[in-house]
């Protein structure tokens, strides 16, 4: 569990080094009182493990930048790379003027996963007005969780959790020849029938893609499709896609969140926070790992002993 008696811990992202296993996470003080304050006041932490059990917390890797630039309120959710000997971190960026409801993506970088250098004050992605809504033109500009991966065709690509034109929440997209100059594309999925698709990732399970997202209950409107605050998979074609969404189905864990799957020795596991329930209020910790099955459907599902 990674767990800090003074701050709530929520979303996570992770790397692996040798045999440690690096998470980063969001984390607020807790003396905020109000745990739906913590957005506002988020930093990526920092922890370091060798099991993904037993926790050893390091300093904050990334906190929100000086007054005026994209990232001066709050770090959001992101994702780690390794390019040759540098290691490249995409988080969100959250401004003080808009307070979340305008959404960019930034980088920094290191070469020991502790100490993180910003590589510019602005975003190196934002939404295209083409195809994503936009803070100037709707008022609210959603493009977080930027998940980084390199594909089979030699590129990078970033999924970017993003809002399409008819209001549906869609899976962005954005490739990179240099993991520095990214070019915004249209979306990989619209017209979803959620109203949002958080924290982003595609696992391969053996040769089998499986996506992986994050919604709240009231997110989905698509028939078919159980209704549950979770953590969420559906079959994949490739990494790029086709999204059969219309066939994703919940984890059967009651109360987890914002979930990655992380490759360990003895198979995939999922670590992900323990969000509020009917029965259990938000606690503010990352769980223990939990290890995931790829089920004849091609969703995933816990690892039944």
């Known amino acids: 569990m990674i ?11 992770y790397a692996q080094d040798g045999d440690d296993y690096h998470a980063f996470f969001l984390a607020a003080p807790r003396s905020l009182g109000d745990p739906d304050m913590r957005h506002w006041s988020a930093v ?8 993904l059990r037993e926790w050893r917390h390091l300093p ?22 390794k390019d040759g000997d540098v290691w490249r971190m995409f988080y969100t960026g959250i401004d003080a003027t808009t307070r979340g409801t305008r959404q960019r993506v930034g980088q920094a970088t290191s070469h020991d996963l502790i100490t993180w250098t910003r590589v510019s004050p602005d975003p190196i992605a934002v939404a295209d007005p083409r195809w994503y809504s936009t803070y100037d033109r709707e008022g609210v500009e959603a493009f977080r969780d930027p998940w980084v991966f390199r594909h089979t065709d030699g590129r990078w690509h970033m999924l970017v959790t993003a809002t399409d034109l008819y ?7 954005a490739t990179s020849d240099d993991l520095l100059s990214w070019v915004v594309d249209e979306p990989l999925a619209i017209k979803t029938g959620f109203l949002q698709l958080e924290v ?26 159980e209704r549950r605050t979770g953590y969420y998979s559906a079959p994949a074609e490739s990494a790029l896609g086709p999204f059969a969404l219309d066939r994703a189905e919940p984890m059967n864990v009651d ?10 020795p003895s198979g995939p596991v999922m670590m992900g926070f323990r969000n509020v329930t009917a029965t ?12 995931l ?13």
């Open 3 to 13: 767990d800090d008696p003074q701050r709530w811990i929520w979303d996570s992202w």
């Open 167 to 173: 209001g549906h929440g869609c899976i962005g997209h």
């Open 280 to 291: 259990r209020p938000f606690e503010g910790v990352i769980g223990a790992p939990i290890p």
């Open 200 to 225: 982003l990732q595609v696992h391969t399970f053996g040769e089998t893609p499986v996506l992986f997202f994050s919604c709240l209950e009231t997110d989905i409107s698509l028939e078919g499709v």
């Open 293 to 305: 099955e790829l089920t004849s459907r091609g969703t995933v599902n816990v690892r039944v002993p």
């Open 60 to 81: 904050d890797a990334l906190v929100p930048g000086e007054a005026g630039r994209f990232d001066d309120q709050a770090i959001w959710t992101g994702s780690v790379v």
């Open 44 to 51: 990526a932490a920092h922890a370091v493990s060798r099991d």
């Open 255 to 264: 109360g987890i969140y914002a979930g990655r799957v992380v490759e360990t």
